[in-house]
């Protein structure tokens, strides 16, 4: 009798009815479009948790799955394995019994590490599995040393025994060049700023001195969080060791300087753009995190509602027009451009951006970097583009008239023109552009859609717990008790997932409007910006505040996140 055949984990995950096969399908086309893991395309889609594919991959190898929150592993069998490789590696020991280790790992398949692990440890090595997110939080819990606190035992390390060093940097600051730098306690310290603020998911790093102290603080989910600084007396050498990454001049201290460095933090290369200001303190530098995977999300990830979802989809899959991504800086513009140039981006198609600066680099698509310096701006380079024959431009901002016409000149000849505008809402751009000395019959002719956008912060999927707002929290926001009877209000109560704050990642709040045959005509008129949104409403327009309180319904994010990001009145 034939022996019965293993089920592939994305079975057992039908089998459960976790997943259908066309999202199992979706995914696979996410996963191979974005050269990412199917567990993480379908993680990053919604259809399952990590757990879920872990139990599902538990299963279909004949392995134990760990849920780490709820085993307690006794020190001796921690000690089996060093920090070192437990962090390396991302392993965890979890028993011992006559000479065989059994160790929990978050890839049944990677032989290579378990060999290695034989190796190192001299021993049978036996796996069980749990998900690789829930084994990095269990090596900070168990080897009692979280990045935070590795931060500051080497800022105390670097206090105590770099003061001779930091005196001789102040004096001449070239003499870093003389240090020698794989040991030098500033060159551990700057690492380990960036590699916190990396596994804090920090946007960005910023160090800015005082007279009595220096400020170091990451911006994690949009909110800036304050870290345990170094004394003032170190920011020369702080200084002089960022700008050396950076390939700045270090003993420039009165100019603006721009720069980037390239790092590595675990498995992951970061790009980080560097902007160092002089202040009346001294240097102030701002360090951007540039994280490739934050590209590789999809349209679906973006937090669109099923609605807004279908009406861009269709959008971008016009041969012309302009569309224009709206919004205030930090808003999440350039993700969601990157996103709809990721699903566009097919071997038939040829698309070429504009930037100021490239901040991502995306394969398959021809990005040019604006340099204003030689006269390489955003006109000229449209220009030069239409002379490419492309089928698909994106243009970073439209900031000028030139720019804008140029655009629109692209639209009008037979392309797809993405682009985006800093302003408040979606009507409030075509008054933008026609303040700008964009013709209104222009205006209305080639624009065929605006999107404004705002990032709001989700409750976190560990801590979250339902409550149930006051009505006259309730009544503040517009809910009427209808509304409120289907809702699922949600809160985080705040764990080590989330650092305390209850949130963990952002999604996007959407206002899409569509240029309709009324809405045309108002702007051709250059009507008011209150009847161009008015009328945009009646037609099924969403505002910002609304998808927010969707959003809030269905316990994605809370009310108070809502009014802190964006206002009632405003939006309608």
């Known amino acids: 009798m034939a022996a019965k055949k293993k089920l592939d984990y994305t079975e057992i995950l039908i ?24 567990p993480e395309a379908l993680s ?13 991959m538990a299963e279909q190898h004949g392995r134990d799955y760990i849920n780490l929150a709820e085993v307690v592993i006794p020190p001796s069998v921690v000690e089996l394995v060093p920090e070192s490789v437990a962090r390396e590696n991302a392993v965890l020991p979890l028993s011992e019994s006559d000479g065989e280790l059994i160790v929990i790992v978050s890839d049944p398949l990677d032989f290579e590490t378990i060999e290695k692990l034989r190796f190192i440890l001299n021993c049978q090595i036996e796996i069980a599995l749990a998900p690789r997110e829930s084994i990095l939080e269990a090596i900070n819990r168990y080897y009692g040393q979280t990045v935070g606190e590795s931060a500051d035992s080497m800022l105390q390390e670097f206090t105590d025994t770099a003061i001779d060093f930091t005196e001789t940097l102040e004096e001449d600051e070239g003499a870093e060049e003389d240090v020698d730098e794989s040991s030098a306690p500033i060159v551990r310290l700057v690492q380990l700023m960036i590699t916190e603020a990396a596994q804090l998911r920090a946007s960005d790093i910023h160090v800015e001195p005082f007279e009595d102290r220096i400020r170091v603080r990451y911006r994690i989910d949009g909110i800036l969080v304050e870290r345990d600084s170094p004394p003032r ?39 980080l753009r560097v902007s160092v200001i002089p202040t009346n303190h001294g240097q102030s530098v701002v360090m951007r995190i540039l994280d490739k995977d934050n590209i590789k999300v999809g349209l679906r990830q973006l937090g669109f509602s099923e609605e807004d979802f279908r009406r861009f989809d269709g959008l971008i899959q016009r041969p012309n027009g302009i569309i224009l991504v709206t919004g205030p800086t930090g808003s999440g513009k350039t993700t969601s451009l990157y996103a709809a140039l990721n699903d ?11 930037e100021d600066p490239v901040e991502y680099y995306l394969p398959g698509v021809n990005q040019v970097e604006i340099r204003h310096s030689i006269g390489l701006d955003f006109a000229r380079v449209i220009r030069a583009m239409l002379r490419q ?28 023109v993405f682009s985006t505008l800093h302003t408040n809402d979606s009507p409030s751009a075509i008054t933008r552009l026609i303040d700008m000395g964009v013709p209104s019959y222009l205006v209305s002719s080639s624009v065929v859609a605006i999107m404004a956008q705002r990032l709001v912060r989700v409750v976190c999927q560990k801590c979250k717990q339902s409550y149930s707002p006051s009505e006259t929290l309730l009544e503040t926001a517009g809910i009427t008790p209808e509304m409120a ?38 702007t051709f008129n250059k009507a008011p910006t209150e009847d161009l949104r008015r009328t945009a409403i009646s037609e099924g327009m969403k505002t ?17 996140e809502v009014f802190r990001v964006t206002k009632r009145g405003e939006q309608e």
């Open 15 to 38: 089998r459960q009815g976790l997943v259908s096969p066309e999202q199992l399908q979706e995914a696979l086309e996410m996963a191979d479009k974005s050269g990412i893991k199917l």
């Open 44 to 56: 990053r889609l919604g259809y399952v948790s990590g757990e879920d594919v872990m139990r599902a």
């Open 233 to 271: 007396r170190l920011l020369g050498a702080l200084m002089s060791r960022i700008k050396i990454l950076a390939r700045l001049d270090i003993a420039e201290r009165r100019r603006t300087q721009d720069g980037r460095i390239k790092v590595s933090v675990g498995e992951k290369e970061l790009d």
């Open 344 to 354: 566009l981006n097919t071997p038939d198609k040829k698309i070429i951006t504009a």
């Open 389 to 416: 024959a492309p089928n698909i431009i994106l243009v970073g901002e439209m900031r000028d008239l030139e720019t804008a016409q140029m655009g629109i000149q692209a639209s009008l000849t037979g392309h797809l």
């Open 485 to 522: 009877k289907n809702a699922t209000f949600s809160i985080g109560r705040g764990c080590g997932n989330c650092q305390g704050s209850g949130y963990r990642g952002r999604l996007g709040l959407f206002e899409l409007l569509l240029m309709s045959a009324k809405i045309r005509e108002l």
């Open 544 to 560: 910002l505040y609304w998808d927010a309180i969707d959003k809030v319904i269905r316990g994605v994010t809370s009310l108070e």
